[in-house]
């Protein structure tokens, strides 16, 4: 296996885009490293409060890490995303962001949770902690045609938010462009 290689969390893009140059090309097998931002693109922080949900640019929400191409994947090819390892910040967030998300017209008002992380558990209160199984969220290829967003899933991956892609899991997804183009 080739590696380590690592991939900063300066490294971002907003869209599912086969023009996006790749910031790095490597050999199927590479084992890469990714130190990724939150959902929010790191707007929210542990002081946020929840009307500063009201300001957050939306636009800029649901960024992946990459393009990463893999030498000499072709479209018809499927590539294999083994995760080994998925390691939480010491917090997190829950909110419901006036105007985004499944349940925006029933709740207006904005409301932000934010919890401490530990090497097992959130806690979300103080006193109730929850168990941690943590999982990527929104990983995929680059598909050939016009740019689309990163929030909704497609065949070739995007916003999966399934909690079975956990350390130990893989996922295989159809190439559709030359190099694959793969980001998390």
């Known amino acids: ?103 925006a017209d029933d709740f207006p008002a904005p409301h932000l949770r934010i919890s401490r992380i530990d090497a097992t558990h959130a806690e979300p209160i103080p006193g109730i902690r929850v168990p941690l199984a943590p999982f990527c969220g929104e990983l995929g290829l680059a598909s050939p045609g016009p740019a689309r967003s990163t929030i909704p899933p497609t065949d070739s991956g995007g916003n999966i938010d399934t909690r079975h892609l956990v350390a130990g899991s893989r996922l295989w997804l159809p190439v559709t462009v030359p190099g694959a183009r793969f980001s998390l």
């Open 1 to 103: 296996m080739a590696g380590p290689f690592h991939v900063g969390r300066d490294r971002w893009h907003l869209a599912w885009d086969a023009t996006i140059p790749p910031i790095m090309e490597v050999p199927s097998g590479t084992e890469i490293a990714f130190d990724v931002l939150d959902a929010s693109n790191g707007t929210v922080t542990p002081a946020t409060v929840a009307a500063d949900l009201l300001t957050m640019d939306l636009s800029q929400v649901d960024q992946v890490a990459g393009p990463i191409a893999i030498e000499g994947a072709e479209p018809g090819d499927a590539l294999e995303i083994e995760i080994l390892e998925v390691l939480p910040a010491d917090w997190g967030w829950t909110a419901v962001i006036p105007g985004f998300g499944l349940l």
